[in-house]
């Protein structure tokens, strides 16, 4: 399929997003809003010398859009590898046996709903300066939305099938292994894409911490000097890479729970 | 395909409509229905130096203006807030002025507030002396020879951030070349950097400074105001339209400005008490922290021009704002108030 092909074909894809471009730099140069506020072609200007050093318009910046969005990229995936490692253990735990569920799981729950951005002064206290609280921040943010959605995949099984493995001989680690685990695939995967999300959107609190690099900290940095248009620009790459990793995310899940391609159909 | 097309229309138009709600809310100086006084609605940053702004209303000619005051978390929300006329007036640091001045925004300052309120703070492992430049100069070369450059930070793009980086440079420290710069955002950070011997010398701001220093997190090392842009740290400024449309009322705004600075010059009681009920900070660190204040409503022009001067060669801003600076620092009306000439008042 050639490239109008595939703009005829999905035309109406990109439609809403040209549109409201459209709108936007119509109202800037129209003078309506704020000079605060910069138009589309602002923010692509800025944006492109972030990425390709033009004109030295990003200032300290230009040309570091790659080394900003890798740096951004490693915390998330560190924070999110762990959180998701830690989640799905304990979730399959807290799913599978009464006594942790009793001890561990109310205060987890307590937990659960303690913003993230409240972890800062902790999060330097524990972890000082640097790429760590960062990444324990991301890793906060996507730990919950994985863990509850994995005790609900287990507890969600049917205790008949746990049964039949239970009167074929099957041990704990089996009946785990081959039941527990990928009967609760969906919904473990489920939580994953959702807390993808929350950890990228984690990163522009968690690079206001003494880090040098990453689209959050480029975001928090234009603020303090009134770069609107790179603020807008760090948003977008934080957006798009977002996505990227999403739709990376959906082909490992094919792959995985290929017995369940209906349900991942348009996802 | 018509019922479709329908939806995807009024999606359109509910996006259209958030849009133009982003867009800003128009002027916000306003008459008071009955009495004719006009309201001027004030944004002030939560630190030591920019809290006195909160006791502007207290000294408001109420025949004249109606100063409603609202506290923000930094000067960047304050300077955004007042750039898309949420407020009429803001206190700001000269950095903002200089920042808004190079985006472009239509800023005029009209008067100053309080300077000062920078402090060099050394970890307690370094053993410095205050203001021994000559072994900080020495510590700088041998760690940069060991190939473990000193790690001294700031808050970048803050005012104790060009005062550090003035006098480092004052002193024949390259602050780009000869030490690892850390930028840690958040002054309430700076204690558990220094504590945690994650940096060894630090620039921070009024109260944290008292505070890191009473709680012996480290010691204070120098006051960084010898270099060309001097102490200044806070600048009042507002928008042309709002002089145009209200020139009484920010003429009145001014002198119940310098009514809290005269006040505050002599008596620093209420500062401390505003200090204390703010930022919940001690009787003992408010009142050391104000040790190191300098309240003044005068502008100093050629300060300002070397603060840009910096920011510019540090890239902070892209352009040379000297005319624009020259052009956006009104005098008039604190020289109609004071009966002093521009010049008396910061204009050298």
Same mark, same amino acid.
């Given at each position: 399929m050639n490239v109008s092909q595939y703009l005829k074909n999905n035309y109406y894809r990109i439609f809403v997003p040209l549109l409201l471009l459209i709108i936007w730099q119509f109202v800037a140069q129209m003078g309506w809003?704020?000079?605060l506020f910069p138009s589309p072609v602002k923010v692509a200007r800025g944006l492109a010398d972030w990425v390709?050093?033009?004109?030295?318009?990003?200032?300290?910046?230009?040309?570091?859009w790659v080394f900003d969005a890798l740096n951004s990229t490693k915390r998330v995936l560190i924070g999110y590898f762990l959180a998701s490692l830690s989640a799905i253990i304990i979730g399959i735990s807290i799913g599978w046996s009464a006594i942790i569920q009793k001890t561990i799981e109310p205060t987890i729950q307590i937990f659960?709903? #303690?913003?993230?951005? @409240?972890?800062i002064p902790l999060a330097i206290i524990w972890f000082?300066?640097?790429?760590n609280p960062a990444v324990f921040l991301v890793f906060l943010g996507a730990f919950f939305p994985i863990l509850i959605n994995t005790i609900h995949g287990v507890r969600s099984l049917d205790i008949n099938i746990i049964h039949a493995a239970s009167m074929m001989g099957a041990t704990t680690w089996q009946k785990i292994k081959f039941v527990v685990i990928p009967s609760s695939l969906p919904s473990i995967f489920t939580g994953m894409r959702t807390s993808l999300g929350t950890a990228w959107m984690i990163t522009v609190t968690a690079e206001? #911490?003494?880090?040098? @690099?990453g689209l959050g900290y480029a975001l928090w940095d234009s603020y303090y000097f009134m770069r609107l248009d790179l603020v807008i620009a760090a948003m977008i790459s934080i957006g798009i890479l977002g996505f990227l990793s999403d739709w990376i995310l959906r082909i490992i899940i094919r792959r995985i729970l290929h017995w369940q391609q209906d349900l991942l159909n348009n996802k | 395909m018509k019922k479709n097309m329908m939806l995807v229309i009024s999606s359109i138009a509910v996006m259209c409509l958030f849009l133009t709600a982003c867009t800003g809310n128009g002027a916000?100086?306003?008459?008071?229905?009955?009495?004719?006084i006009t309201t001027l609605k004030l944004g002030y940053a939560k630190c030591a130096h920019c809290l006195?702004?909160?006791?502007?209303p207290q000294y408001q000619d109420k025949s004249k203006v109606n100063i409603q005051a609202t506290s923000f978390q930094s000067g960047n929300d304050v300077l955004t807030a007042l750039t898309s006329k949420s407020i009429d007036v803001a206190q700001v640091t000269y950095l903002h002025f200089i920042t808004a001045l190079d985006r472009g925004l239509d800023i005029v300052a009209i008067s100053g507030q309080v300077n000062g309120g920078s402090d060099i703070i050394a970890s307690n492992k370094l053993n410095l002396k205050a203001d021994d430049w000559a072994s900080l100069k020495t510590l700088v070369k041998q760690r940069k020879a060991d190939g473990k450059p000193l790690k001294i930070a700031a808050s970048r793009g803050n005012a104790q951030d060009i005062h550090l980086r003035g006098e480092l440079q004052l002193h024949?420290?390259?602050?780009?070349?000869?030490i690892e710069f850390v930028n840690i955002?958040?002054?309430?950070?700076h204690e558990a950097a220094l504590e945690r011997n994650e940096v060894d010398l630090i620039c921070t701001v009024e109260p944290s400074a008292s505070k890191i220093i009473l709680d012996k997190k480290g010691k204070h090392f120098a006051?960084?105001?010898?270099?060309?842009?001097?102490?200044l740290t806070n600048i009042i400024v507002t928008r042309s339209d709002v002089i145009k449309d209200h020139p009484e009322a920010v003429k009145a705004f001014v002198e119940a400005n310098m009514k809290v600075v005269d006040k505050i010059s002599a008596d620093k009681a209420p500062w401390i008490s505003v200090i204390q009920k703010n930022t919940g900070m001690s009787s003992e660190v408010s009142t050391r922290a104000l040790d190191n204040a300098y309240p003044d409503y005068k502008m100093y022009k050629s300060k300002t021009l070397a603060i840009a001067k910096m920011m510019k060669e540090l890239k902070y801003?892209?352009?040379?704002v000297s005319k624009k600076v020259e052009k956006q620092m009104d005098y008039t009306i604190l020289e109609s108030i004071t009966g002093k000439n521009a010049s008396e008042l910061g204009d050298n």
């Open positions: 809003m704020t000079n390709f050093n033009i004109d030295g318009t990003a200032q300290d910046k230009s040309g570091k659960r709903f #303690i913003p993230p951005v @409240s972890w000082g300066i640097g790429d206001m #911490i003494a880090v040098k @690099s | 916000t100086g306003s008459s008071n229905g009955n009495s004719g006195p702004m909160s006791l502007t024949g420290i390259n602050p780009n070349k000869d955002a958040n002054p309430a950070d006051y960084p105001y010898n270099q060309a842009a001097g102490n801003i892209n352009t040379d």
